[in-house]
């Protein structure tokens, strides 16, 4: 709060709260809402810091009282959708999906039902091309700033010079282990799918989400990431059906089974293995040597969201480097933004999970966009699952 504001503001915090709140469901214009509390000029200055009043047009807007977010687990710090509702009288629903084919199909069959939406970088251009996902308007997105962002995990945002999707974080799959628990050395996926079958027998997990489960078998076989080719594939499937039987399970919300002991291995993103580690220091991570996933995540609002001021002024709100920032010292995902970057403290910019070494990224892959839609890869993973 500005100096100004507490030596001359003649109205309570509650009341004032109360105005602005009215004010961001479309209540009441900016006019009232500047004339009752007496801000005036000095309020139209507020108006325009990053996280209070993020635009003029948003702030005539009716954004509704509930907007819907989907996202991936443990993604998110429940603090963030607090102060957004408290900002602007908008409830965040907070949907969970597990793999981009899920989110493909939902936004397909057309009743999704979201408003905002976390799409990973391989993903944007089949959204963009089956006409799914809004280019958007950045007038309305004044906390993002581009020339902040690392280009190189944020440029697939944009297709056919259209900006679709804002970069999130970015982050790679890799292995959480149990060291107390598993005793052999877990450095790669080669090694991953043995100890699976063997020290980790009935403790292993992998994701049910065909890219990261499938690219995952292959790179173990000496093979791209994003393959589909028929004969590399064909030996992907037997290796996942030959350690089917001694999994504990597929599922792409592993923390839970990792935290109870029920699963001692499990493949497993950036932010879950850091959140992991911290809470349980036993719980190790580590990026395969033999190749496996790099990736960023974007914010994007679907072509059918039912609320999409609400999801542009979520979105700017996210977009703020403060509450950015406070996002990834929960979530303990890498940012793409040097702004951010400048605000996380220490123990973050030099985990080496969270941000590792150049040497350890340089085997690994973006996704491709046409794992997504490949028919060989869905088939495979859906024998695989019912195996």
């Not at 060291?179 to 994701?207: C, L, Q, Y």
């Not at 920032?325 to 303990?332: C, D, G, Q, V, Y």
């Not at 605000?343 to 973006?366: N, S």
Request: proline share 6%; charged share 20%; with cysteine.
């Amino acid at each position: 709060m500005s100096k100004w504001f507490r030596e001359n503001a003649s109205i309570s915090a509650s009341d004032l709260t109360e105005e602005f709140m009215r004010l961001r469901r479309g209540s009441v214009t900016r006019r009232h809402f500047l004339g009752v509390t007496g801000l005036g000029a000095a309020a139209a200055l507020m108006a325009r810091q990053p996280g209070l009043f993020p635009s003029e047009a948003h702030a005539q807007e009716d954004l509704g009282s509930v907007m819907v977010l989907a996202t991936w687990p443990n993604y998110h710090d429940p603090s963030t959708f607090e102060a957004f509702t408290a900002a602007t009288g908008v409830a965040v629903e907070v949907h969970v999906f597990g793999s981009n084919e899920e989110i493909l199909a939902r936004l397909q069959a057309g009743d999704a039902g979201w408003d905002l939406f976390v799409p990973t970088n391989h993903t944007i251009s089949t959204y963009a091309d089956l006409g799914l996902i809004d280019p958007l308007d950045l007038a309305r997105l004044p906390n993002y700033d581009p020339k902040t962002q690392n280009a190189r995990f944020t440029n697939e945002g944009t297709v056919d010079g259209k900006i679709y999707a804002l970069p999130k974080n970015w982050g790679a799959t890799g292995i959480a282990f149990n060291s107390d628990r598993i005793k052999s050395p877990v450095t790669s996926w080669k090694a991953f799918f043995e100890i699976a079958m063997t020290e980790a027998d009935g403790r292993a997990m992998v994701h049910d989400y065909q890219l990261t489960t499938i690219g995952s078998a292959l790179v173990s076989l000496g093979h791209s990431f994003n393959s589909i080719k028929p004969g590399e594939l064909a030996e992907a499937e037997e290796l996942l059906l030959r350690v089917k039987p001694h999994l504990y399970a597929i599922n792409s919300d592993y923390q839970p089974a990792m935290r109870a002991s029920n699963a001692w291995m499990t493949m497993c993103w950036t932010g879950d293995g850091a959140q992991l580690n911290r809470d349980i220091p036993e719980i190790q991570f580590a990026l395969g040597t033999d190749g496996g996933e790099i990736w960023s995540d974007f914010f994007g609002i679907p072509k059918s969201a039912g609320n999409k001021p609400a999801a542009y002024a979520l979105l700017n709100f996210l977009m703020d480097p403060q509450n950015a920032a406070k996002e990834h010292i929960a979530n303990s995902t890498p940012t793409t933004d040097s702004r951010v970057m400048s605000l996380l403290p220490a123990e973050i910019t030099g985990d080496k999970i969270v941000y590792p070494d150049e040497a350890a990224l340089m085997p690994l892959e973006f996704g491709a966009a046409v794992t997504l839609t490949d028919p060989a890869r869905a088939e495979l993973m859906a024998r695989f699952k019912s195996a």
